[in-house]
């Protein structure tokens, strides 16, 4: 049965009083539902406006796996791209580049060899973000050779995408994920929402952030940028973590759920599979299967999957407005360890 949890709402305070963040929203359940929500703290602290249930997050890198990941696996069932198909097929600008020959697959699983990331303040649009990357040496090894987690992974697999079917990564999304799902509250920024979780960028606009996509890349590409743009709540992205706990077509197949849970780099020294990490050592928490698939935003958002165990963890947070030394990888872990547990005393 569904309700507010007394003992999750206080550990959700213990964030509070070590200031790890300014509020927080969780969900905790199964394939069969949420079994546990809780709120704390202030959505935004310079107008003390509480954090509540409907609270939209800037979701950052959640993007990957939810939007990006779910699309470009969607569109491989139905025949529209394939894994091994390389970049120079939807980008002959790379033709005779050794960045040309990136497989989708190499991107996904973030062994592609690109640098981890590139920015410049100048750029302010799409075009300007790949006439920008297109002249730098972003190779630092290899395609296939090792793992190296790199937002530009996908910010190519959005535009292969959207190359490969003509239609934004906005319009994909809608079709692939969040229709099916029944995400009626999420988007690909920017937002002008009113219940939103407000950030604070410290590195490149210095000042609040409301509606706007905190990633760099994400806000000069509308965002669309594949690696981070997405606004959602913690009823969507509970939604979304049934749908895959389901895995009864409703955005993948089952088989292709099933394939995701493997390691998808078995000559690498880190595991990964396909716009998923892996649950391995102490994260989320070592009472988790190896086979969960999770991934984090930088933003101090969170989201996790165990099909072993029937469970799922969401764990939304506006951290990233009081920095990122606040504690939130430690806490991040205690509060997995605790869904596992199923205890949050």
Known sequence: MQKTDDT???FLTRGLDETVYPGAVAAVGTADGIDRVA??????????????????????????????????????????VALSDELRRYFPELEGHRRGEIRLLELLTHSSGLQPYAFSKSWESPADVFDGLRDRSLLEAEPGTRYEYSCLNFVYLAEALRRATDRSLADLAETHVFDPVGMDASCLGPTDEANLAATYCHDHRDRTLRGEVHDPLGWAMDGHSGNAGLFTTVDDLAAFARSYLVADGTILSAATVERLQDDWLPDCADRHSLGWRL???????????????GHTGYTGTSLWLDHDRDRFAVLLTNQVYNGKDTGLIRFRERFHAMVAAGRFD
Do not use: H, I, Q
């Open 279 to 293: 649950a391995d050592g102490t994260y989320p928490a070592p009472n988790w299967s190896r086979r969960g698939l």
């Open 8 to 10: 999750l709402d206080a």
């Open 39 to 80: 709120t704390t703290g202030r959505r935004d602290p310079e107008r003390d406006d509480a954090m509540t249930r409907t609270t939209v997050f800037d979701a950052a890198s959640l993007t990957k796996p939810v939007v990006t990941a779910t699309t470009a696996l969607s569109l491989v069932e139905s025949g529209v």
